[in-house]
Nanobody, 121 residues
Framework: QVQLVESGGGLVQAGGSLRLSCAAS????????MGWYRQAPGKSRELVATITSAGSTDYGDSVKGRFTISRDNAKNTVYLQMNSLKPEDTGVYYC???????????????WGQGTQVTVSS
């Protein structure tokens, strides 16, 4: 089982920045794509950004040009740099990782506990 531990959430004023981190740990595993998702109050979960093990990225339309996802494979950590934050960015941000374990042919997913990001106007 892979566990994801997030950090970096908090309260920030509109126009400010935050940097989220998510570190994966556990038994022998191989992580593929990782990503960030968020859920705003009263809204469904939505894609924020994803990044493959090779570094290819994808972003939700609402964050393009403002957010940057990156990863450090040696540390099994994914980051989300959030700039020019807007009140509509407020929500719980969840880290996600896709991975394989040992000889299993199955692919698994793991989710972080979520970290609150609040952007005030």
């Amino acid at each position: 089982q892979v566990q994801l531990v997030e950090s970096g959430g908090g309260l920030v004023q509109a126009g400010g920045s935050l940097r989220l981190s998510c570190a994966a740990s556990g038994n022998a595993f191989s992580i593929g794509a990782m990503g960030w998702y968020r859920q705003a109050p009263g809204k469904s979960r939505e894609l924020v950004a994803t990044i493959t093990s090779a570094g290819s990225t994808d972003y939700g339309d609402s964050v393009k040009g403002r957010f940057t996802i990156s990863r450090d494979n040696a540390k099994n950590t994914v980051y989300l740099q959030m700039n020019s934050l807007k009140p509509e960015d407020t929500g719980v941000y969840y880290c996600n990782a896709n991975y394989k374990r040992g000889i299993s042919s199955s692919r698994f997913t793991s989710w972080g506990q979520g970290t609150q990001v609040t952007v005030s106007s």
